[in-house]
């Protein structure tokens, strides 16, 4: 099966979390989706995280640090996420290659709107949310 290790990013500020929507065509397309992707060879989830940020929402991840990895099979796919979550960047998030994009209270974020794989992440934010 098609295994792959992705970087995916939680952009807050303050309480609200950056999210951004999947296209139609592509796995899980439809979905919100926190912003990331596949580690590439050589690289840490670090710096796949600060290339697949820049790339996507425009912005420059000065720090961040690891929140939670989930290991889902969807049985098309086997994803491993390795979620950090963004402590300090520059410039302002946005659907840098025209997708759309929302920020959203924590309390707000619906499950039924992610990938199946992100429940625990939700999970964890909106506890320490608490
Ligand atoms: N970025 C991201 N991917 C997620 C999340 N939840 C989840 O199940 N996934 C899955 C969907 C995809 O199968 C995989 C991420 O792959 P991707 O399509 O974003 O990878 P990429 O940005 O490198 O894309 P590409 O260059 O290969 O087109 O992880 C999430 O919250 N964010
Ligand atoms: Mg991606």
């Given at each position: 099966m098609k295994r792959v290790h992705v970087a995916v990013g939680v952009v807050a500020r303050g309480s609200d979390i950056f999210t951004t929507l999947r296209s139609k065509d592509v796995h899980q397309g439809g979905k919100w989706e926190f912003p990331g992707g596949k580690v590439e060879n050589g690289e840490t989830v670090t710096e796949a995280l600060k290339r697949e940020?820049?790339?996507?929402?425009?912005?420059?991840?000065?720090?961040?640090?690891?929140?939670?990895?989930?290991?889902?099979?969807?049985?098309?796919?086997?994803?491993?996420?390795?979620?950090?979550?963004?402590?300090?960047?520059?410039?302002?998030?946005?659907?840098?290659?025209?997708?759309?994009?929302r920020w959203q209270a924590v309390n707000d974020l619906n499950v039924k709107d992610f990938p199946e794989a992100n429940v625990a992440i939700i999970q964890a934010l909106t506890e320490e949310n608490k």
């Open positions: 940020l820049a790339e996507e929402i425009g912005i420059d991840v000065l720090s961040s640090e690891p929140l939670i990895v989930i290991e889902h099979d969807y049985g098309d796919k086997y994803v491993k996420l390795d979620v950090h979550r963004v402590t300090n960047f520059n410039g302002e998030p946005h659907g840098k290659e025209g997708q759309s994009s």
